[in-house]
């Protein structure tokens, strides 16, 4: 009866490392490093219109604990109407409709979505509200990301652009917001 019970034991042993032993799955590389403190003090971005569009504005941004603060006058839009505002990957707006600006910055490869409210990219930020004049009063708080410094999370040397529509926030892989409308570079005054 030992010997049988002993047999027993060490057949399913063999057998469960038998079945555990198949191909190693390979492992997903993990995120990019991302660093925590801006190099830059400030940096300017000087909105330039897009798609025969009438938008411009000029736009500073410091860094904060956390992120980078975003602020400044954005002209030119619909009256009343929203729309949507976000960093892309490329420092380029030389193309008409600033498609040379490429995707939203997304270095963690995530999914597009609302800032603060899940996943999202880390250009993702909410939706500008024009006034009766069409002007928009810049007061963002981009988190998660520096100014300056060269790491994944870098903003400075990309671009802002604004778009004719509002951002979704669901659809991929950027929010449905239409046309882009102004672009501008981010550059490091200091």
């Given at each position: 009866?030992r010997?049988?019970?002993?047999?027993?034991?060490?057949?399913?042993t063999?057998?469960?490392?038998?079945?555990?032993?198949g191909?190693?799955?390979?492992?997903e590389p993990p995120?990019p490093?991302?660093?925590?403190v801006?190099?830059?003090?400030l940096a300017?971005a000087?909105?330039?219109?897009a798609s025969a569009?009438?938008?411009?504005?000029?736009l500073?941004?410091?860094?904060?604990?956390?992120?980078?603060h975003i602020?400044?006058?954005?002209?030119?839009?619909?009256?009343g109407?929203?729309?949507?505002?976000?960093v892309?990957?490329?420092?380029?707006?030389?193309?008409?409709?600033?498609?040379?600006?490429?995707?939203h910055?997304?270095?963690?490869?995530?999914?597009h979505?609302r800032?603060?409210?899940?996943?999202?990219?880390?250009?993702?930020?909410?939706?500008?509200?024009?006034?009766?004049?069409g002007?928009?009063?810049v007061?963002?708080h981009?988190?998660?990301v520096?100014?300056?410094?060269?790491?994944?999370?870098?903003?400075?040397?990309?671009?802002?652009?604004?778009?004719?529509?509002?951002?979704?926030?669901?659809?991929?892989?950027?929010?449905?917001?239409?046309a882009?409308?102004?672009?501008?570079v981010?550059?490091?005054?200091?």
């Amino acid at each position: 009866m030992r010997q049988r019970l002993f047999l027993l034991t060490a057949t399913s042993t063999l057998l469960l490392a038998a079945c555990s032993s198949g191909p190693a799955t390979k492992a997903e590389p993990p995120p990019p490093p991302v660093a925590t403190v801006s190099t830059a003090k400030l940096a300017e971005a000087n909105l330039a219109p897009a798609s025969a569009s009438l938008v411009s504005g000029r736009l500073a941004l410091v860094p904060e604990a956390g992120g980078v603060h975003i602020t400044g006058v954005i002209g030119g839009l619909p009256r009343g109407q929203q729309a949507a505002f976000h960093v892309h990957e490329k420092g380029d707006c030389s193309a008409m409709d600033a498609s040379s600006a490429g995707g939203h910055f997304n270095p963690a490869m995530q999914q597009h979505g609302r800032a603060g409210a899940g996943v999202h990219h880390a250009g993702d930020m909410d939706n500008l509200q024009a006034n009766a004049e069409g002007v928009v009063h810049v007061d963002v708080h981009l988190r998660g990301v520096t100014l300056g410094g060269g790491a994944a999370n870098d903003v400075a040397g990309r671009a802002l652009v604004v778009h004719a529509a509002a951002d979704d926030y669901r659809s991929q892989p950027a929010g449905n917001a239409g046309a882009r409308v102004a672009c501008a570079v981010i550059r490091v005054v200091r």
